[in-house]
């Protein structure tokens, strides 16, 4: 088994051709990791994953071989992959105004070049969900491109087809989502080609680290919302003075805790399981 890459949140690993695709218990927030972990963030991510694999199985193949089948010491929080050449793209749907979409908004009225009603406020529900890819930067931050760039970049028939999968994943996870009593504001998805070219799901798929999760029945356009996502630490990280360049800071016990109860809140909600350790 060889280590092939260490990223902010993840480790990949090549096994006899194939990818382990490995997830700590690690925090990145602003793009900088933070030096404390959340106790069971990995696993939480990595099985609340494998649940939607197999529930978009219909939809898109997926780069999952297996989600037992890996090293005892990864037990729970690895994937086996197959390996993919990865398409050069965050695709990211939205279904509400959050994040830097509401930024971008406030200060021209699109999002990725996309063109949305006047009088939108933070936290609203948009017409409908709505494809705002952006790069997928190896160093630095992804930045927003439109639909034409992705055009450029990847063809016409690519790039089309990447949005009707994107919003596809987004609307009917959403729905499922909703009915649990969570609502999807957003979420990033990530494709690759596997040996045939065929086009493949991969990394993650609607967890607490890709997707703004809001409890329905607290959710209010016009001001921040209650996450069961990491948004919950960049609130924290922003309220604690932090600048946002290296090193980030230490993270109290007590955010440690709470981060934790919402990812396995969100888990336990959309799956309808029991999370144990």
Known sequence: MKHIHAGKVRDLYEDGG???????????????????PIPGKGALLTQLSLWWFE????????????????????????????????????CIARGYLAGLGLKEYQKYGTVSGVELPPGLEEG??????????????????????????????????????????TLEIYRRGAEHAETRGILVADTKLEFG??????????DEVLTSDSSRFWPADEWEPGRPQHAFDKQFVRDWATSS??????????????IVEATRARYTEAYERITGNTWTD
């Open 18 to 36: 194939d990818i382990l695709l490995v997830a700590s218990d690690r925090v990145s927030v602003y793009d900088v990791t933070l030096p404390t």
């Open 55 to 90: 529930r978009f199985g219909d939809v898109v193949p997926n780069h999952v071989l297996s989600g037992t089948d890996v090293p005892p010491e990864f037990a729970r929080r690895a994937i086996r992959c197959k390996p993919l050449q990865m398409v050069k793209v965050e």
């Open 124 to 165: 609203s529900k948009l017409p409908e969900p709505i494809f705002t890819p952006t790069t997928k930067a190896d160093v630095g931050h992804d930045e927003f491109i439109t639909f034409d760039d992705v055009v450029n970049q990847e063809g016409r028939e690519t790039a089309e087809r990447l949005r009707e999968l």
């Open 193 to 202: 080609r596997d040996a045939d070219g065929t086009l493949t799901l991969a």
């Open 241 to 254: 003075g932090w600048d946002r360049t290296p090193p980030g800071p230490e993270v109290p016990p007590e």
